[in-house]
Structures are given as structure tokens and as C-alpha cells.
């Protein structure tokens, strides 16, 4: 029997959320039934992507999720195992099925975890956990061809649910599945008469219930005399607990085998991206103004914002009208205006165009009205509406096929390194659940496909990152997006920066060398800056004719025939996946990726344009990173074009934005200091609560350790005493229905909610069952990297800790002085390890270890490094640098000191949690909050 329920048991005894579709023949039209990109409405009850479709017939296991465009689209379909498979990912799917019955529900993450749950009668519960379907459909299986499985503890809700399944269903021997999302758990599927295969835990429960079961029924008082464990278990030893990670010796020096890994903590930036791009133009004409009525509602006076592949398309067809089909003629000066208008909705067509379809994830219009006037009507009824509007396109910034490869050899460097003693053991510390992983993301795609590939990599899994971007990865907006925060003094800093490069006293400060160069103004400035500037201007113009040329011969061709006809679109959705270089586009001669001349013109022109204005003889610093940004780009994905000067031009735009870039999150480093704990105050709050959170698990694993010691010390007076002490025991028992298990699964009940497998210690069948090591994964941008990396290094120059040594030795100040780029993937990481040797109460039991990355920091011209120009020449991708110290060897730097020196900026714990956005897993339960804040002395009004 099989029973796949129309909606979900929930903890609470709620519900979950879920709608069922009945049609009496295959594509029946519904009334009640709408499908649109991102959503399916039934009965007015709307299921937003991710969303789960399954048949009505519980026969039928064909079970789809449909994905959001905003993380890349398509469906993943689940199927019972064939071989090694249990699930396919269609990334072109994106319509539901109409030929049948079906169920919808809301997807929802689970960490990529499953938990099978067996009962044995209503009193007993059995629970392991495996690897889920959704993540990439690969079945994790031991020697014997049998799936891995590990048993984990259940809470008394999920017991208790358990027994309200086994009763309704009136199955003693019962399986169902149970899903953990958000703090809750839910029963997704009942599947009858079902038990374990492989598991001496189980046939040991289940013959001491089926015991007492029969015990009661036929001899009631021989029920209370027999001993509730089975003879033979009686004198078996308890499992010694070893250590789980040794570190001996790392980066920092030796510190003994007595410390054991117990945290990782990473903060890093996303992979290789296309330059991101802006189009502003006004708008007058009608069809334009009638899209900004018909999606914002018909009101004339608001804004409105076009994402979705429906609205984007609207867009295209109004534009493709609008569009001439030649380019205007350049002979009078009169038709500027019309001619940059031109060129502006030829580039809004060419970005809508891009890509084959609509992804949503990396285009985004914005129509703002700015003028209105009285229209009379048909009717002679007199309404307002605008008559001209603000349009502003947002496109580019997507992750490359290099960014993704850079990913995945990251995530796979982190499995390799960073946990030491484990090498790739750390696939065994995930799959049995003694790994604690929790991803997060900022809300921008690049990022967010960055920490998908990362955890590719790291968990060695295979398939498109959709389904792991939706399974294993957490937005957080809040704590890892936006500069509002900062952004009067980072204005101030980019003004003053604009003074000291165009200010003829410009060199003073600069030049100066003091015992510590990166304490002035301005530090890392090149001291002829304003002299670069022209000619930084007078390259851009070269590169950029050379841009208008390649688009006038394109513009050319596609008047006469589709470049279609040549070489198929760019395809982004199947981009997503890639992470090989685009063969046919670079042989063909086209710019590699979906950028057309047409957009690399625009991009160039762009730059030109807004770098330096001639009629006030002014120039906008500001340009200098964007121009830095286009040449790195270009010399690494476009350098078959053979743009002439590009490789002077990135010399010169380098030399500037290694000063301008750093000096924009600070112009000196007290200004960094106030700019960084602003921008990241939030994030450091969170890095604090991780650390604290491992702390607290770890004096519990060490309090537990220091009782089963105690016990066994005793096992031999108690030995004589076992046989009363039973029988007391079970005659107390029958007061009480409980599990045979019970008392080896409730010693986590109030556990912190972040850690949601935990092993059953008992017949875990793993050396350490009870030791956990914790990761969380910060997947960002460029301005959090800097803000965390300045506050880490000048923490100490705030006022409440004058006097104190900064966390960052001399020598790596130095070296990050040096350092004026953070490159795509640059990271920081903060490793924690606990000294089992030292006493609990003392603060050198738990050292951290600070280290870092300067990310893909190699020159598109570098010639010298035969490895990575290979790599670069053929696939576009400069390779990541190791880590470096932040810290002398065999320094050692207490949490305790590092709680110290951190405390003033990050956010305190008693702001968390915030409200928990959709797909979000929360941070971590009332009662470990409530111990967090009683721990820690957080002054609010410090």
C-alpha cells in the first residue's frame, strides 16, 4: 500500500499549503486552473516556483518541481531508482503537465536531506536519513550496492507524529517519509507495511517491542520480570569517541594532535561575470507608455518594473516596432538627440533579444513616468495620463562559464584542504551527518550560482545548478546584500579620492613613506594619476572605434539576413551548466558568450562617453573600475578579436583602479573602519553567533564524553546491581508509553535548530557519532569582502580598544597593503579548533585560525606563469591563489580575544533573527537565543 496525501501533517497539526487539479479527460480546459511563468493558480490559491507537482494516482511516482526563472528555470523530475539515478533535470521544461490529475505544493528546502521514519507499533519510531532526490539525482550506495543510509534522532514532536500515523492508518509496521524545513517537519508520504533492510538498531528495537507486545498480550507477569535489553547486548562496550578531524599541523604552525576541527566559516565573493550594464533613455512613444499603464495597474503617476518573461516579452514586440531598420545617417548635428535614442532602443532590443528567452535572473526594466497631460476619451470621459517616461534597462553582470568553472575548483579545493585528517573523508562526515552545512547567498544571481557551483564541488555532485541552488542554498539579502548603510561615507571618501588624484598638491600625502604606508591618505594612489587620466581617455577612444566598426558590419548583416543563420542564439539557461568555453561563437569571430558587437559597442561607448566630458573638461573617477573591469573582461574572453590598444589600456586603467577601488570603502583606514563594520555589521554579528553556536555544541560533546568516562569507570560495582535495577526500571516503565529508543534520542531534543540531522550515537556505526563540524558558506560581493577585510585588520584602532594588537599580523598588513584587488572568488576563512586537553573554562581550548584568498588575482597578460596562461589562452579562466596567514606562525588568537575585538561592529544577537525570508532555513531556536544573549555581554548602547 501506498498513499501519497493530498496535503502535509505538520508538527503543530496545521497543514501545509496544497490545491488538487481533477480532470475527467487528458487536456481539459479548466476554468479554475492558470498557468503563468512563475506561478500556478488554482481556486484563487496561488504556487509560486519552486512548486511541486505530483499524480493523484499514488501508483504514479512521476513526480515533477518546477524551478523559478530567477534561478534559471526547468524541472526536475523524480522517479523510483533505476540503477544509480532517481531524478533527471530538464532545464527546457518549464510548462506543467495537462494530461492528467495532479496535486500541487509548495517546494520546501530540506538542506538536501530526506528522512525515512519506521514504525514498530505506535510507541516505537525508527528514523534515518539518506541523500535527497532533488539535489542532483545520483544515489549514494555502499559496497553492497545497497543506498547509504545512517539513523538520526527524532524529536518528541516527529515521535509523537509517528504515532498519530501509525494509529490512522492502522499499520503497526508503518513507513512514511518526513521532510525538515524551517524548523518544522512534515510527512510527505505514507507508504504502509514497510521496514528497514539493513540496520541491527532496528531488528534489535523491534524485537524487544514485538517482545513486550506479545509479553502483554499472552504472560502480563512475565512482562515485568524479563530485562528489556536483549541478552546478548548486555555486556557490549560502549563506543569510544575519537577525534573527527585532527589538526597537528596547518597553516598557522603546530599546535599538537590534541586539537580537533570543529568550524569553518568562509566568506566569499562570486566567480568570473560579464561587466554589468545600464541603458537610460526617456520615452515618449505610446506603445512603451501603454506597458507602463497595463503592468502597473492603469495608474498614471507610478512606476513599474518588468521582470517576468511575459512583460519582457510585451517589451520586445513594442521595441522591434520602434526600431528602425537602419542605422540614421550622421550628417546633421540637429539629429543628435534622435540618433543616441536610436542607438539606446537598438541596444534595448539587442539586450531583450540576447539569450534565446527570458530568464528574469539578468534583465531588469524600470519605467518611471516623469511628465502627464489630460486625455479626453471616446466617451468624452477626461483621464490623466503620461506622455513621457524613464526607462532603465539593467542587464549584464552574469556569471561566465569561467566563474562557474572557478566554483566548483574551489568547492573541490575546500574538500581537499580545509578539513584536515579528512582529505576527501569529508564526503563521509557529510553523508553521515556529522558535517553541520548551511549555505548562504546574497540576492544577485552571479552570486547565487557562484555558491551553487561551490557546493557542486564540494560535495561532489554532478548535474545543473539549478536544482542545487534551490536545494542547498539560503538567500539573505539582508545580511549579505547592499551599501545603503554606507552610502554618505562612501560619497565622502570618493569625493576626497577625487580631490587627492585631480588636486595639483595631489602627491604630498602620497608619496610620503611612514613606518606604515597604508595609514595615509589615498594609500596605494599611483603618484602620477592625473597624468594617467588622458591617457586612459585617449585608449578608451581607440578601443572603443575599433568596438563601432565590428557593430556597424554586424548591424549590416542582420539587415540583410539573421546572423541566426550563421550561428544559433546564445541559449543562457543551457549556459547555466557550462563550464567550457563557447567554440562555435569564437570561431565564427563573434565576442564569446551572448554579447553581441552591437552591446560590446554600447558597453565601450558607454565608458567613453560618461569617463570624460568634454564640454566641462571634466573627468568621472568613478569610470575608472568600469573601464578596469571591460578590458580584464575582454583580454580574457575576447582576446581573438585582436583589439589594438586594449592590452595598453588595461595597463594604464589597472594602475589607477588598484588605487581607486580599496580607497572607495575608505580613504584612510579609520574611514575603512566606519565604512566596513556599516556595510558588513549585520554578516559579523552572524560569524560571532557561528562561533558561539559551535562552542556551546562542543562543551556539550565534551560534557557528554566526560560522563560516558565517569560511567565507565563505575561499570564494574554497577554490574552487580544491573539485573534490579532492570526490573525497578521497567516496572517505573509501564506508567509510561514510550520507545525503547527513546532515552538515546531525546538527549538532543533542545538542540540548536541549525544542526537538524543528528546521528543516533548508539548504532551509528561511525567512530564518532557525537562529534559535528560545523560550515557555513557566505557566497557575496566585492564591497562585503573589502568590509569585512578592513574591519578584521583596523578593528583595533576603534576607540574602546586602544592599546590592542590588531588580528592581522605586521607582516600580512603589509601584504594586504600590497594586495589592491579582492578578484573574483577572493575569501576569507575563519577555522575554529577546540584543544581536548585544555580544561573547558579555559580560553585557549578554542583558537581561531584567520586566513585568506586575493581570489583569480593573475593579470589577463600574464605571460610568465606557463600554468595559468595555458589555462587562460584555452579556457578563459584564471586560476584562484592559495591562502594566505593573517597571523604569525604559532600565534594563537582565543575566540575569546577574537569576540573582543569584533563585538563593537557586528550586529548583536538579540537583533536576530530577522523575519525569515521564503526557501530560508532560519538561524537558530528561541531557547539557543535566549542561552546565546545570557553568554554573551553585549552592550546595545556601546
Known amino acids: 500500500m501506498s498513499w501519497s496525501p493530498n496535503t502535509f501533517f505538520m508538527t503543530e497539526g496545521k497543514y501545509m499549503r496544497y490545491a488538487l487539479v481533477i480532470r475527467e479527460s487528458p487536456y481539459q480546459q479548466l476554468d479554475y486552473f492558470i498557468e503563468e511563468e512563475d506561478f500556478v493558480e488554482v ?65 520546501m528546502p530540506t538542506g538536501g536531506t530526506d528522512v525515512k521514519v519506521y514504525t514498530v507499533g505506535p510507541e516505537y519510531a525508527h528514523a534515518e536519513a539518506r541523500k535527497s532526490p532533488v539535489v542532483d539525482g545520483v544515489v549514494m550506495r555502499n559496497p553492497d550496492g545497497k543506498e547509504v543510509r545512517y539513523p538520526v534522532l527524532l524529536t518528541p514532536a516527529e515521535k509523537e507524529m509517528a504515532r498519530k500515523v501509525c494509529i490512522a492508518f492502522k499499520q503497526a509496521v508503518c513507513g512514511f517519509d518526513l521532510l525538515r524545513s524551517e524548523g518544522r517537519s512534515y510527512v ?73 576541527l570543529r568550524c569553518v566559516i568562509a566568506v566569499i565573493r562570486h566567480g568570473d561575470r560579464t561587466p554589468k550594464q545600464k541603458v537610460k533613455l526617456k520615452v515618449t512613444e505610446e506603445k512603451l507608455l501603454d506597458l507602463l499603464l497595463k503592468y502597473n495597474g492603469g495608474r498614471p503617476r507610478s512606476e513599474t518594473k518588468l521582470k517576468s518573461a511575459v512583460q519582457l516579452q510585451d517589451l520586445l514586440d513594442a521595441t522591434r516596432m520602434l526600431v528602425p531598420r537602419t542605422g540614421p545617417d550622421h550628417e546633421s548635428d540637429s539629429e543628435a538627440e534622435d540618433i543616441e535614442h536610436a542607438e539606446k532602443l537598438r541596444q534595448v532590443k539587442a539586450v531583450l533579444e540576447e539569450g534565446g528567452h527570458f530568464s528574469g535572473i539578468y534583465r531588469k526594466v524600470q519605467l518611471k513616468p516623469l511628465k502627464w497631460a489630460k486625455v479626453t476619451k471616446s466617451n468624452g470621459e477626461v483621464e490623466e495620463r503620461p506622455v513621457e517616461a524613464l526607462m532603465v534597462l539593467k542587464y549584464g553582470g552574469v ?59 564540494l560535495l561532489d555532485l554532478e548535474g545543473q545548478l539549478t536544482p542545487i541552488l534551490v536545494s542547498l542554498v539560503s538567500k539573505d539579502s539582508s545580511m549579505l546584500d547592499g551599501l545603503e548603510n554606507a552610502s554618505v561615507e562612501m560619497e565622502e571618501a570618493k569625493a576626497r579620492l577625487n580631490e587627492i588624484i585631480t588636486s595639483s598638491t595631489k602627491t604630498d600625502d602620497v608619496n610620503e613613506s611612514p613606518e606604515f604606508p597604508w595609514m595615509v591618505d589615498g594609500a596605494g594612489l599611483p603618484p602620477n594619476a592625473s597624468e594617467l587620466l588622458p591617457e586612459l581617455v585617449r585608449l578608451t577612444k581607440k578601443v572603443t572605434e575599433q568596438v563601432r566598426v565590428l557593430a556597424k558590419d ?7 539576413r539573421s546572423l541566426y543563420d550563421v550561428i544559433p542564439p546564445y541559449d543562457q539557461a543551457k549556459a547555466l551548466g557550462k563550464t567550457n568555453i563557447d567554440v562555435d561563437r569564437i570561431a565564427a569571430g563573434l565576442p564569446c558568450g551572448s554579447e553581441g558587437f552591437l552591446l560590446m559597442y554600447a558597453r565601450w561607448k558607454k565608458l567613453e562617453r560618461e569617463l570624460y566630458n568634454e564640454r566641462k573638461e571634466r573627468f568621472d573617477i568613478t569610470q575608472i573600475p568600469d573601464v578596469y573591469d571591460s578590458c580584464k573582461y575582454d583580454l580574457l574572453h575576447n582576446a581573438h578579436l585582436n583589439l589594438e590598444g586594449l592590452d595598453e589600456l588595461f595597463k594604464v586603467a589597472q594602475m589607477l583602479a588598484d588605487g581607486v577601488i580599496p580607497n572607495e570603502y575608505g580613504i584612510n583606514p579609520k574611514q575603512k573602519l566606519k565604512i566596513g563594520s556599516k556595510i558588513a555589521r549585520r554578516l559579523l554579528g552572524k560569524l560571532l553567533i557561528d562561533l558561539r553556536n559551535t562552542r556551546e555544541e562542543a562543551i556539550t560533546v565534551a560534557e557528554l564524553k ?16 544491573a539485573e534490579a535495577k532492570s526490573k525497578m526500571f521497567y516496572k517505573n516503565d509501564e506508567t509510561r508509553k514510550s520507545s525503547m529508543s527513546d532515552k538515546s534520542m531525546d538527549q538532543d531534543d533542545d538542540d540548536d535548530k541549525e544542526t537538524k540531522y543528528r546521528l543516533d550515537p548508539k548504532y551509528a556505526n561511525v567512530k564518532t557519532p557525537n562529534r559535528h563540524v560545523r560550515t557555513r558558506l557566505y557566497f557575496t560581493s566585492e564591497s562585503h569582502i573589502h568590509s569585512l577585510v578592513n574591519v578584521l585588520r ?38 575554529m579548533f577546540e584543544n581536548t586537553e585544555v580544561a573547558l573554562e ?93 553568554l554573551w555581554p553585549f552592550h546595545k548602547n556601546a
Open 43 to 107: 481556486h484563487g490559491m496561488r504556487f509560486w516556483k519552486p512548486f511541486v507537482e505530483k499524480p493523484v494516482d499514488a501508483d504514479n511516482h512521476s513526480i515533477m518541481i518546477y524551478y523559478p526563472s530567477s534561478a534559471g528555470g526547468g524541472m526536475k523530475e523524480l522517479f523510483r531508482k533505476v540503477g544509480n539515478r532517481s531524478s533527471e533535470f530538464h532545464p527546457d521544461v518549464r510548462r506543467v503537465r495537462l494530461e492528467g490529475s495532479y496535486i500541487y505544493e509548495e517546494f
Open 188 to 260: 510527505c508520504d505514507v507508504n504502509g507495511w514497510s521496514f528497514v533492510k539493513n540496520s541491527h538498531k532496528y531488528y534489535d528495537d523491534s524485537a524487544c517491542v514485538l517482545r513486550k507486545m506479545f509479553l502483554d498480550a499472552k504472560a502480563p507477569h512475565l512482562s515485568s520480570v524479563i530485562p528489556p535489553t536483549l541478552p546478548w547486548k548486555e555486556n557490549e562496550l560502549v563506543q569510544l569517541s575519537e577525534p573527527l578531524t585532527r589538526q597537528g599541523s596547518g597553516i598557522n604552525g603546530s599546535f599538537g594532535e590534541s586539537e580537533e
Open 399 to 457: 556569471l561566465t562559464h569561467a566563474g562557474r568553472k572557478q566554483a566548483e575548483e574551489l568547492g573541490r579545493y575546500f574538500r581537499n584542504k580545509m578539513y584536515p585528517g579528512e582529505g576527501t573523508g569529508l564526503l563521509r562526515l557529510h553523508s553521515t551527518y556529522r558535517h553541520d552545512l548551511k549555505i548562504y547567498s546574497s540576492d544577485e544571481g552571479r552570486v547565487q550560482m557562484s555558491a551553487a557551483g561551490f557546493a557542486k564541488g
Open 554 to 560: 554586424e548591424n549590416e548583416q542582420l539587415t540583410e
Open 706 to 721: 566526560n560522563n560516558q568516562d565517569n560511567n565507565s569507570l563505575s561499570v564494574k560495582i554497577e554490574k552487580e546491581d
Open 794 to 831: 583596523y578593528c583595533n584602532l576603534d576607540e574602546s580598544l586602544q592599546g590592542e594588537e590588531s588580528l592581522v599580523c605586521h607582516n600580512a598588513l603589509e601584504r594586504l597593503c600590497k594586495t589592491k584587488e579582492l578578484d573574483y572568488m577572493s575569501h576569507i576563512v575563519l577555522r
Open 842 to 934: 579555559d580560553p585557549k581550548r578554542y583558537r581561531i585560525e584567520l586566513t585568506f584568498s586575493r581570489g583569480a588575482d593573475l593579470s589577463p597578460l600574464e605571460k610568465n606563469n606557463r600554468e595559468g596562461a595555458t589555462s587562460l589562452h584555452q579556457e578563459h579562466t584564471l586560476p584562484i591563489m592559495g591562502p594566505e596567514r593573517l597571523q604569525e606562525i604559532g600565534s594563537y588568537l582565543t575566540l575569546e580575544t577574537m569576540e573582543k575585538m569584533i563585538r563593537s561592529f557586528a550586529m548583536p544577537a538579540e537583533d536576530f533573527p530577522p523575519a525569515t525570508p521564503a526557501g530560508f532555513s532560519g538561524y537558530f531556536s528561541k531557547g539557543v537565543l535566549e542561552r546565546l544573549v545570557n
